[in-house]
Antibody, heavy 120, light 107 residues
Framework: QVRLVQSGAEVKKPGSSVKVSCKAS????????FSWVRQAQGQGLEWMGG????????KYAHRFQGRVTITADETTDTAYLEVSSLTSEDSAIYYC?????????????WGQGTQVTVSS | EIVLTQSPGTLSLSPGERATLSCRAS???????LAWYQQRPGQAPRLLIY???SRATGIPDRFSGSGAGTDFTLTISRLEPEDFAVYYC????????FGQGTRLDIK
């Protein structure tokens, strides 16, 4: 049984950074793609990027390149999302997702979401 | 980047009725890369359909997906009370994109 447990809610100042974690259990962590999807209040879903731990390097949506870093720690089966230079537009729920396989597969398992609020 | 446009924006139906939700892509999408998700209020999205027509584990058979190229459809044959939610289509090529969602309301 696959389970993704994310870190708790964060309140950040504009211009700062936030790092969200996603602890996975069930399945072989290194073989699957882990993506991050965010959802602003009352809005739709937006893919930010993802990583396949066995491959190491991450892929990013164009609009987030340079401001978002996705990493994975195989020793703890944990994926991370770091977003820098935060603005109020980054206030959203951030979801960790484990895909059915590597990149190019559907988003089968979702974490509970982490609320990030950016406010002065 | 492939843009997905869902219609209608809101669909009002009664339990027991049939729901048909549309997803149109700005360019051709391989059926292998098309999925549908359900999101209930306060919950994370849930995978319903992948590869355009394959039901995910545990999804009832009243949910079905079809389509090819630029036009895809999610059909719910007989609406149950728990089906009233927001539905998103997604293409999970690179980069992945989502439609803006269709809200399914109780009439």
């Amino acid at each position: 049984q696959v389970r993704l447990v994310q870190s708790g809610a964060e309140v950040k100042k504009p211009g700062s950074s936030v790092k969200v974690s996603c602890k996975a259990s069930g399945g072989t962590f290194r073989n699957y793609a882990f993506s991050w999807v965010r959802q602003a209040q009352g809005q739709g879903l937006e893919w930010m990027g993802g990583i396949v731990p066995i491959f190491g390097s991450a892929k990013y949506a164009h609009r987030f390149q340079g401001r978002v870093t996705i990493t994975a720690d195989e020793t703890t089966d944990t994926a991370y999302l770091e977003v820098s230079s935060l603005t109020s537009e980054d206030s959203a729920i951030y979801y960790c997702v484990r895909q059915r396989g590597t990149f190019g597969t559907s988003f089968a398992y979702w974490g509970q979401g982490t609320q990030v609020t950016v406010s002065s | 980047e492939i843009v997905l446009t869902q219609s209608p924006g809101t669909l009002s139906l009664s339990p027991g009725e049939r729901a048909t939700l549309s997803c149109r892509a700005s360019q051709s999408v391989s059926s292998v890369y098309l999925a549908w998700y359900q999101q209930r209020p306060g919950q994370a999205p849930r995978l319903l359909i992948y590869e355009a027509s394959s039901r995910a584990t545990g999804i009832p058979d009243r949910f079905s997906g079809s389509g090819a190229g630029t036009d895809f459809t999610l059909t719910i044959s007989r609406l149950e009370p728990e089906d009233f939610a927001v539905y998103y289509c997604q293409q999970y090529g690179s980069p992945s994109t989502f439609g803006q969602g269709t809200r399914l309301d109780i009439k």
